[in-house]
């Protein structure tokens, strides 16, 4: 369960920072992006998806959370 | 002699790990790459952050460093420990070139050099009233300080002090905030952790309770300038000259009031992203303060990034970084007209610590220099991430390069110049290989900003060009 | 703009123009927090009262700037001095960073040197595993023809076990059976670096000759051996060798680095170069005698030639100046029966023309000293035979028995009536004692700097100029090249004192149209 933060970067893209892997990356797929019901599962451009627990409402970012590896 | 094929870089990592023991060499070989453009993501090609192998002669330092020497110790009104024996202080003291203006030994204690000087009793012991009596004794004799760091070497995690419960008592006691840092040398592979370590105390017992103050328009802070050979200066200067309001310098020439003042800011700028993308992470989550990574090194990167950190503010600001460029251009050419016909085409090898290898490329590159090598002390895989694209396709990357490795890729390639730190600095010259400190700006610099940039031009040409290089051999031996 | 292309400006004088000098008074009125100036002069001349200075000599804990470094840095020097040795300090890597950096500043030299990276782990499991993988890596790279291990503060704090460590490496194949690894536990919180050097030595002699003592005849190689002690003058090893070599004596210097940190830039780096060979240092205990030259900063050394080499350790004071250089020559001549030849008695015969030349210009002269204790009784001596007066000499890393010695060589002697001895007091103590009682100099290494920037503040008659002779000098260039020990290094201790009081002179006497008086063509 390692902690990632979701952020938006200067381009206003979702960015998953892993601090143990010194990891940044685009998320390229997010299951639930909307107001009421923002989460599920993550997939970050390298192909690794994670699962974050959907959050609702959508919270702001950035966001700090427990995510499991998929 | 040009850069090196991939083919050659290839055979070359190949034949300088054909010395190591086998295990040594498999570590080894996956901290050395070739450059490769089509790669995304550098973990493909290269290992970083991991620990140095015993015995191979790695310049890395340890977590003191780069809690005292780096984060905290250019915080020029508090007085910072070293608390444990006698050396690590003394081989830290102004060594840095992390410049301040104060009156030293009154309310700045830059140059300064405060220690426990463990005995054997005190490790013996414990250290922890001893700890005691010196934030007592420092309170006497400098009441003017407004805090004071306690900066763990080795012994003190390995004893078992307390020092939290002591630095709080005397905090108490004095009215002052009283740090204490678990920095010791074996914490982590190198300086990168006590970074880490430093910025986390920071958050803790520096911003702890502080909360988001009421922002002027432009505020902003400089983040991860140690102001080596006054870099900080030469860059709020422009700064403040596009209209921006500079309220706090992490750490150089910085203070304990400027860092609590910049949960205030719009923005964080960051220029070292290694060691201070910690707290700015933090203040992003904790108050939602953006932050930016931006590059002075060099005319190129500097207007780049003027108009990268204006882009977050209102025409006033975007008019003003125009302004600041159009301004320096006329230096910058007069610069480049005067210094590229000597330096056109020279081949740089950079090894340095976690930024520069990425940062100075634009700077080099500028002045028509190509950079055929570069390497990172303790940088991470994010650092290689962000420089894959900054440097040509098939350069050489060496991570924690050794002593052995880095002077085989020397002979090889034969640079015009190399850009690394002091323990490089004597074997390479003796080599006849002009060297430039880019640690610390050999006693020169600064190098950031455009004022930098003048004076980076002139000590790489004065380097490159001076007529020592030309008198290794003997005149007698020319025809042998 | 600040910068012109024709012009370009460092951080001196960058920083004096108008922009910057706003920018910074800028920051400090706006977001320092910083005291108002006249608060901040009035504490500035409270740390320089008589007040101050007993609240400063008060202290108990804390030490401030100090004038000593810590044992293992003291062992990669003395490890430097034997031909092909690779130093290797067991524990935390980045003391291994901070020594080769030290060094390089003050050499302006490259300094090989390893460590075997230490961390958590092994903080709980020991440094074992290190210290294998350690030597092995070393040993292939760098193919030392000896390894010589000292420890950090981390590896003496858990207690590692060198000598197991390595007799397990070399069982265990990490390291061939004939690589010779010499091993001395360097704690840096015992002694400072001159102790580290003390113990990296008798660990080396012990390494090499422990186990042949049985062959060994002392004279039987007719030689002596010279012991330095922790030397930084790299002149200092050439004069010894030159003054023994004109006496026709045979000597072995036991470690010797002035090669390695000398060498020539000529497009080839060498590694290793010079130094004592291995064989010699065998062969050590079959000489006439070993003359330890820091008598107060070799306690171990001594111990262990007396006791396993049998060697009379006859004993000598640092020669430095002239008379202990005199005294040195004649032990020499007597042990080994060689007389003192010409050239010395002329060389002599310069030095004390020098002195008569030089000798209105420093005698009387007030000088204030820090440094190792044995450079210390070597210097003073010199002064009081120059008619110049110590008024303060401060050591950080010696004994109260050194301060009784200094004390009573001070005492004997007419112009060290004044003297004030402080033992395991820091650069901070000593800066007080400059704004007590004002000595014309002070003699040390580059941190005295900022004393003397202080000593300006408060006004310039209260200025103490700093003649930098020790070490570190991180600050001017080469002078770690010359010599302070024999006539020679008497020569160079004298015209650095005298040239630093002529041109202190003309410092204050060039006001144009105010003094010109003074201010001579002729001295």
């Not at chain 1, 107001?35 to 700090?64: N, Q």
């Not at chain 2, 444990?84 to 102004?94: D, E, I, K, N, T």
């Not at chain 3, 040390?444 to 920037?453: A, E, F, P, T």
Request: proline content about 5%; aromatic content about 10%.
């Amino acid at each position: 369960m390692p902690l990632v933060m979701l952020r938006k970067d200067s381009e206003g893209r979702l960015i998953c920072y892993v601090p143990k892997k010194d990891l940044e990356a685009r998320v390229t797929a997010l299951e639930h992006d909307g107001e009421e019901l923002w989460g599920g599962r993550l997939t970050l451009e390298d192909g690794e998806s994670w699962y974050l627990e959907p959050i609702s409402p959508r919270p702001g970012l950035p966001f700090e959370a427990r995510v499991k590896r998929i | 002699m040009s850069a090196l094929t991939r083919a050659e870089a290839e055979g070359l990592i190949q034949e300088v790990l054909e010395v190591y023991p086998e295990a040594a060499k498999q570590d080894r070989a996956r901290h050395l790459a070739v450059n490769d453009h089509a790669l995304e993501r550098s973990k493909k090609c290269i290992t970083a952050n991991r620990k140095s192998l015993p015995g191979v002669m790695t310049a890395r330092g340890c977590a003191y460093a780069g809690s005292k020497g780096v984060v905290w110790g250019p915080i020029k009104d508090m007085i910072h420990v070293s608390h444990g024996p006698v050396g690590c202080g003394q081989y830290s003291r102004a060594g840095r070139r992390n410049y301040y203006v104060g009156f030293t030994g009154v309310n700045t204690f830059g140059t300064m050099n405060f220690t426990s000087d463990f005995q054997e009793k005190d490790v013996v012991f414990g250290g922890d009233k001893k700890l005691a009596k010196v934030l007592a004794e420092i309170e006497a004799l400098f009441p003017v300080n407004k805090g004071i760091s306690v900066q763990s070497e080795c012994p003190i995690g390995l004893i078992g002090d307390d020092i939290e419960a002591v630095a709080r008592k005397s905090s108490a006691e004095i009215g002052k905030p009283v740090i204490p840092v678990r920095c010791e040398g074996f914490r982590g592979v190198s300086q990168s952790l006590g970074h880490h370590i430093a910025n986390d105390s920071i958050r803790d017992w520096v911003l702890e309770g502080v909360t988001r103050g009421e922002s002027g328009p432009y505020d902003v802070a400089i983040i991860g300038d140690y102001n080596i050979g006054g870099d900080a200066w030469s860059s709020r200067i422009l700064l403040e000259e596009m209209g921006l309001n500079v309220v706090a310098q992490w750490s150089g020439d910085g203070t304990l009031a400027e860092l609590k003042r910049t949960p205030q800011v719009r923005m964080n700028l960051l220029h070292c992203y290694r060691s201070m993308n910690y707290i700015s992470r933090h203040m992003e989550t904790k108050y939602g303060i953006p932050w930016l990574e931006y590059n002075f090194f060099g005319p190129t990167k500097i207007a780049e990034s003027l108009r990268q950190i204006a882009s977050h503010f209102d025409d006033h600001i975007k008019e003003g970084a125009e302004r600041v460029i159009a301004r320096y251009q006329p230096l910058v050419d007069a610069i480049n007209d005067k210094y590229r016909p000597r330096l056109n085409g020279k081949r740089v090898m950079l090894y340095v610590g976690g930024l520069r290898p990425r940062h100075v490329v634009g700077a080099y590159e500028d002045l028509g220099m190509e950079v055929v090598g570069a390497g990172y002390e303790f940088g991470h895989n994010d650092d290689y991430d962000r420089t894959l694209k900054e440097l040509g396709d098939a350069t050489l990357l060496y991570d924690d390069v050794t002593g052995y490795e880095m002077e085989k890729f020397v002979e090889r390639i034969r640079p015009d110049l190399i850009g690394a730190g002091i323990k490089e600095k004597y074997g390479f010259q003796k080599m006849g290989i002009p060297f430039r400190q880019m640690h610390s700006w050999d006693y020169s610099g600064p190098y950031h900003g455009y004022d930098g940039y003048a004076i980076f031009a002139r000590d790489m040409d004065m380097t490159v060009n001076n007529p020592c290089w030309q008198k290794l051999r003997a005149p007698w031996k020319k025809g042998a | 703009m600040n910068q012109t292309a024709t012009a370009i400006k460092p951080c001196y004088p960058l920083f004096q123009e108008e922009s910057y000098r706003r920018l910074l008074q800028n920051k400090a009125e706006r977001f320092e927090e910083k005291p108002d100036p006249a608060e901040l002069e009035q504490r500035f001349q409270w740390t320089t009262s008589a007040e101050y200075k007993d609240l400063n000599f008060r202290r108990e804990a804390l030490t401030i700037n100090p004038a000593k470094a810590c044992q293992p840095l003291g062992a990669v020097l003395c490890a430097l001095g034997f031909k092909g040795t690779l130093p290797y300090v067991h524990g935390s890597q980045g003391c291994v960073a901070y020594f080769r950096s030290y060094f390089n500043r003050h050499f302006k030299e490259p300094i090989a040197c390893v460590s075997d990276s230490m961390t958590e782990d092994s903080a709980v499991f020991g440094g074992n595993k290190n210290m294998h993988e350690g030597l092995a890596n070393a040993n292939a790279l760098y193919q030392p023809e000896m390894i010589a291990v000292s420890t950090t503060c981390m590896a003496e704090v858990i207690g590692d076990d060198l000598h197991a460590f390595i007799t397990n490496a070399r069982t265990n194949g990490h390291i061939p059976e004939h690589l010779p690894v010499a091993s001395a536990h360097t704690p840096s919180f015992v002694g400072s670096h001159t102790t580290g050097w003390d113990s990296m030595m008798e660990g080396t002699l012990r390494y090499l000759t422990i186990n042949e003592m049985d062959s060994k005849e002392v004279g039987s190689n007719g030689k002596l051996n010279i012991v330095t002690g922790f030397e930084t003058y790299l002149g200092n090893y050439r004069v010894l060798k030159r003054m023994l070599g004109e006496m026709g004596v045979d000597c072995c210097m036991v470690s010797d680095p002035e090669e390695v940190l000398d060498t020539p830039t000529d497009g080839e780096y060498r590694m290793y170069a010079g130094g004592t060979p291995l064989a010699a240092l065998r062969d050590a205990p079959n000489a006439i005698d070993t003359l330890l030259l820091q008598p107060w900063s070799l306690a171990k050394t001594k111990k262990f030639i007396g006791e396993t080499w049998h060697h009379p350790l006859t004993p000598v004071d640092p020669p430095m100046g002239l008379d202990w250089t005199d005294a040195f020559l004649m032990k020499v001549s007597q042990l080994t029966g060689r007389p003192i030849p010409a050239s010395l008695e002329k060389e002599r015969g310069r030095l004390v023309d020098m002195m008569a030349d030089s000798h209105a210009w420093l005698h009387g002269r007030k000088f204030s000293l820090y440094g190792d204790p044995d450079f210390l009784m070597g210097m003073v001596k010199f002064l009081l035979e120059l008619g110049a007066e110590p008024i303060h000499v401060l050591c950080h890393n010696a004994s109260k028995r050194w301060g009784k010695a200094m004390g009573k060589m001070l005492k004997d002697s007419p112009y060290g009536q004044e003297t004030e001895v402080h033992v395991d007091r820091d650069l901070w103590h000593f800066r007080s004692l400059m704004f007590d009682r004002k000595p014309d100099f002070m003699i040390g290494n580059s941190y005295g700097k900022y004393i003397q920037r202080d000593t300006l503040h408060k006004g310039p008659e209260h200025e103490v100029p700093l003649i930098r002779i020790g070490f570190p000098i991180f600050d001017r260039h080469h002078l770690h090249r010359s010599t302070t020990l024999g006539y020679e290094g008497a020569m160079y201790l004298l015209t650095e004192l005298v040239n630093a009081v002529l041109a202190d002179l003309d410092r204050k006497t060039m006001g144009y149209g105010t003094t010109d008086y003074n201010y001579d063509l002729i001295r």
